[in-house]
């Protein structure tokens, strides 16, 4: 039966070293610590090691739940894999010990604000590039050409140039996909009005 703790910050420019203090004053023999966002589980290799080494009678111990869980949904699976393994989850900063009832209640409405949380800031991050889209400041991603659709306006024979006008997009890319792997010169190009 041992402590194991998990320390983790979002940026490499972050510093771990009050994490790795609390966690071996928590007690804990082994410390695991990475340097990843922590969105998700997936690409948490420190992290995946500690669930899968712990064991039965064994105690996570992280500082706060936002260090292990970003997200409602990952929180209940490492939650339900350390119940599965006979291991529990202790918070150092927050009354969590998912050993006891109260700690298991406190853990689900910390997760639940936590997600809240995230999706509110997503939600900003919209609103925020809606509002610089109408104001014209924001253009977004590049466009996406659809080769398919340049390909069948120019079997229609329309002319390159007028793709280029309905679809939006430079003339060199239309001549780009109509002539694949070839270079075409300035000197090269066909009419700007006549059908290929």
Not at 9 to 25: E, F, M, N
Not at 80 to 103: C, F, M, N, Y
Not at 113 to 121: M, P, V, W, Y
Not at 173 to 196: C, E, I, T
């Amino acid at each position: 039966m041992g402590k194991i703790g998990y320390a983790r910050v979002s940026t490499t420019d972050q510093d771990l070293s009050l994490q790795l203090a609390a966690l071996s004053a928590a007690g804990c023999g082994v410390i695991r610590s990475e340097k990843i966002t922590g969105s998700t589980v997936a690409g948490r290799a420190e992290l995946r090691t500690v669930l899968d080494f712990i064991g039965k009678g064994d105690t996570l111990v992280v500082t706060r739940i936002d260090r292990l869980a970003r997200s409602l949904g990952d929180l209940q699976d490492i939650v339900r894999e350390l119940k599965a393994k006979g291991a529990s989850l202790v918070a150092t900063e927050q009354p969590i010990d998912t050993s006891t009832a109260a700690g298991k209640a406190f853990l689900d409405m910390l997760g639940v604000f936590a997600e809240f949380e995230t999706n509110l800031r997503r939600e900003r991050q919209m609103e925020g590039i809606a509002k610089a889209k109408a104001a014209g400041v924001y253009k977004g991603g590049r466009t996406r050409i659809a080769a398919d659709e340049v390909r069948r306006l120019a079997g229609e024979g329309m002319g390159p140039s007028a793709i280029a006008r309905q679809l939006g997009i430079g003339r060199a890319s239309v001549y780009r996909l109509l002539s694949p792997g070839k270079v075409v010169s300035q000197d090269d190009r066909r009419p700007l009005d006549v059908p290929l």
